[in-house]
């Protein structure tokens, strides 16, 4: 049994999808477990919060491994090591966490510093005599930010973005969960780090053009201020610490050379080539109409 928690997100539904087509046996962890999640019929789903340890021992009983998304916001520490604990306490024999870019590198910045913090519990168990094995995944940019630029896309043809000239290998969600899914099912993949990213490098104005050409218009592009772009993504419901974060990063140059440079890693753990940003929008054309 495969324990899932964020499961309702765009990284998590995924993770669920790609492990009952895998065949695998699939819980599902959310706060609300009497709505319908729409996670199907073989996923069972349970009732447990991150921030009250008091519900998760029921959820991780009887599982044998967990992937953990716990969000990028402050608590991540903390819930990193509510569900760690409850983890080894029931056993769990893995744990593959979703973390970010910047904990690759030691960035100072806080979301990378919380991720980073949860690593280090997760390492600290592991170095037990029964404590679980762990495996993180650090993606860069997803593909899936570009819905951030809809409701303008929609309603004037235009993008208000950020730092737009520095090029990221951006990489599909679907991408990260099969990466996720591949060291919760297969041999090998405990106590290792994987940096993920794209097939290709691509700008802020390479990512318009594309959209434009694929909905028949052309769009045009705004650079504003970081912390209008930290806005617009709090008013879509999204971290908006993370955006910043992220849009922050790409003023440091280290980080830009990271991003921009795509890796072999999906393609050697998955056994097929990663994504394109087209194919990505193809799927997805009718966020933006």
């Known amino acids: 049994m495969i324990l899932v928690t964020g499961a309702t997100g765009t990284v998590g539904r995924e993770v669920v999808k790609q492990l009952v087509e895998a065949g695998q046996d699939v819980r599902a962890l959310t706060r609300d477990p009497g709505r319908d999640a729409g996670l199907g019929a073989e996923v069972k789903v349970v009732g447990g919060d991150l921030g009250r340890p008091e519900t998760l021992p029921a959820a991780v009983a009887g599982v044998d491994k967990v992937f953990l998304l716990s969000g990028g916001g402050p608590e991540t520490p903390l819930h990193d090591a509510n569900l760690a604990l409850a983890a080894n306490e029931a056993n769990v024999s893995h744990i593959v966490k979703l973390s970010i870019i910047g904990a690759e590198y030691g960035f100072d910045d806080l979301v990378s510093t919380w991720h980073l913090a949860g690593e280090r ?22 593909m899936s930010n570009a819905r951030l630029w809809a409701a303008p896309i929609k309603s004037r043809g235009m993008v208000f973005w950020s730092q737009v000239e520095p090029k990221v290998a951006v990489i599909d969600p679907r991408d990260v969960a099969a990466v996720a899914v591949t060291a919760l099912t297969s041999p090998g993949h405990e106590s290792q780090t994987y940096r993920i990213s794209g097939p290709e490098a691509l700008s802020v104005p390479e990512r318009v053009e594309k959209l434009g ?6 769009l045009q592009l705004v650079e504003v201020p970081i912390a209008d772009a930290r806005d617009a993504a709090a008013r879509a419901g999204r971290q908006p610490l993370v955006v910043e974060t992220t849009l922050g990063n ?3 140059e280290e980080f830009r050379r990271h991003a921009a440079n795509p890796l072999p ?8 080539r990663p994504g394109t940003f087209d194919e990505w929008v193809n799927d997805h054309l009718d966020i933006f109409r």
Do not use: H, N, S, Y
């Open 121 to 142: 519990t997760l390492r600290q168990l592991a170095a037990r005599p029964d404590g679980p094995a762990w495996t993180f995944i650090r993606p860069g940019e997803f």
């Open 213 to 218: 050409k694929a909905l028949g218009k052309p």
């Open 250 to 252: 790409l003023g440091r």
């Open 265 to 272: 890693t999906f393609e050697q753990l998955v056994g097929r």
